[in-house]
């Protein structure tokens, strides 16, 4: 009869007669689970401390020994018992104490999210249950046919868009799922420089899940042109298109490699430092989102500005840059955005806008802008995006470290090519379940920029005006069903910000 216990991480077994004992050295020295790479059904260990060191296991013990003191501690015990043969075995339960401290602080992570979401996110402007609203009033805000080709666009466009969101996920889970895919990914390299192999295979499969997006991508731009709201050329889009997934491509497989050269690195420690730079990666792209309108081409207009800054004065509102971004040539669509932290901090227009609403509704939409100005709302979002990618690094590092996830995906040793699908899938699949979850905390902050920017602009008729523009010129579903409303909408519907607008404050 043999027993299965914990050695370096991995299961191995005893004869029952030696079981107590053995358990006991092995204790002793620590099982240095973390200097072990792998252990192969042959008995090769492969350490993972500096050079591979390879060494034989078999009925006797352990022979050949070349280096690592730790090891040799293991190796002596080995002999000693000589009873202690590697196994395939299922998962038993082992834990790496990386592992554990990983899966733990994610766990921390998402708890101090929850905590500050539900301390700073204005959850009592949320706007009021739809029955207690004016919807039928707010409803007269459109003519029937303004309603009937907003309904139309969003019973064409939601199956595409809803799809599109998916695909990425939904591939790099199969992608997990499948030995058969995860080998592909592990052919592609050279077998003995794993950096080159992981980035590779990071590459590769970000491409892949990319173009899992495009047909979905595609069909929604068919829908959006056909109903006037995309009307660059298809060479265009196509190019904005794939700079775009060069970009996500080119950042995601840098951080891919760098997080698994870590964990190579240092088990023990490394995780702290993938889990860090997570956070930090999601600060500087918050501070570089105003950068992204220079793709467009921006400019600032002296007498817009002053207009804004005459605005936020009134309000005692610090507002950072002011510009206009041009994209009438590409879209109809109306926005106005607020971006960046900080000394990037900056108030867009879109050119649209300018050239659409009346002054009265430029102001408004300028007020609702300055309220997330004064409420630092990108200040928290930055927070909460950073606490919600750290926590679910932690959880992917965690399964990574974990012996029991990497003996199901065939981790062998240095090449650790699966655990780029399983970093790749894990963080796809957090940021799917992120949606929600921000559209739930954005639609509280809407709702709060709406309420105090009426009291800002002062003009509540201007307000509504702005929001049915917005909606009909947007194509802005107007009653959606519940469920998607949950699930994808980041402000109130435009009938819910209408009501709002002559809904009594309490
Ligand atoms: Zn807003």
Not at 464 to 480: F, G, M, Q, Y
Request: glycine letters at 6%; a neutral charge.
């Amino acid at each position: 009869m043999v027993q299965r216990f914990p050695c370096f991480g991995f299961p191995l077994t005893c004869d029952a007669h030696t079981t107590d004992a053995c358990v006991e050295v092995f204790r002793q020295q620590g099982l240095a689970a973390a200097r072990v790479g792998s252990l192969d059904a042959r008995g090769v260990v492969r350490l993972r401390d500096g050079d591979v060191v390879v060494t034989t296991l078999d009925a006797a013990g352990v022979t050949r020994l070349r280096r690592s003191s730790e090891t040799q501690g293991w190796i002596a015990s080995c002999r000693r018992f000589g009873s202690c043969v590697p196994t395939r075995v299922p998962h038993d339960g082992v834990v790496h104490p990386a592992s554990r401290a990983a899966a733990v602080t994610g766990l921390v992570l998402l708890l101090a999210g929850g905590v500050i979401a539900a301390v700073c996110v204005p959850w009592d402007a949320a706007v009021a249950p739809w029955a207690e609203l004016d919807i039928p009033s707010a409803l007269t805000s459109f003519t029937e046919q303004q309603r009937a080709e907003i309904a139309a666009y969003a019973d064409a466009a939601w199956l595409p868009g809803l799809l599109s969101i998916l695909a990425s996920p939904v591939l790099a889970l199969l992608v997990l799922a499948s030995s058969r895919a995860r080998r592909a990914l592990s052919r592609i390299g050279p077998r003995d420089r794993p950096v080159v192999r992981d980035f590779l295979a990071a590459a590769v499969l970000l491409l892949l899940t990319r173009l899992a997006a495009l047909p979905f991508d595609l069909w929604l731009a068919v829908v959006r042109r056909g109903n006037g709201l995309l009307i660059e050329p298809w060479a265009t889009w196509l190019l904005r298109w794939s700079g775009a997934t060069l970009l996500v491509a080119l950042l995601g497989t840098l951080a891919v490699t760098i997080a698994l050269a870590l964990l190579r690195r240092s088990p023990r420690g490394g995780w702290i430092a993938v889990v860090a730079g997570a956070g930090i990666v999601v600060a500087l792209v918050s501070l570089a989102v105003p950068y992204a309108n220079l793709v467009e081409g921006t400019r600032s207009d002296p007498r817009v500005r002053d207009r804004v800054l005459a605005i936020a004065d009134a309000a005692g509102v610090e507002v950072g840059d002011v510009v206009i971004v041009d994209v009438a040539d590409r879209s109809p669509v109306l926005n106005a955005t607020v971006s960046g932290w900080g000394p990037t901090r900056t108030v867009t227009l879109y050119d649209t806008l300018l050239s659409t609403a009346t002054p009265e509704q430029v102001d408004a939409i300028v007020a609702h802008e300055l309220v997330h100005v004064r409420d630092n709302d990108v200040v928290l979002g930055t927070v909460l995006a950073m606490l919600g990618a750290t926590a679910v690094v932690a959880f992917a590092v965690a399964l990574a470290l974990s012996p029991g996830v990497r003996r199901r995906l065939g981790v062998q040793g240095r090449a650790d090519t699966p655990l780029v699908a399983l970093l790749v899938g894990v963080v796809l699949a957090g940021s799917l379940v992120a949606v929600p979850v921000s559209s739930t905390i954005s639609r509280a902050i809407e709702a709060r920029a709406d309420r105090d920017a009426l009291v800002i602009a002062g003009d509540p008729v201007a307000y509504a005006d702005l929001i049915a523009l917005l909606a009909v010129t947007n194509r802005s579903t107007l009653e959606p069903p519940q469920w998607r409303y949950a699930l994808v909408f980041t402000h109130p519907t435009p009938l819910q910000r209408i009501a709002a607008t002559s809904a009594p404050t309490s």
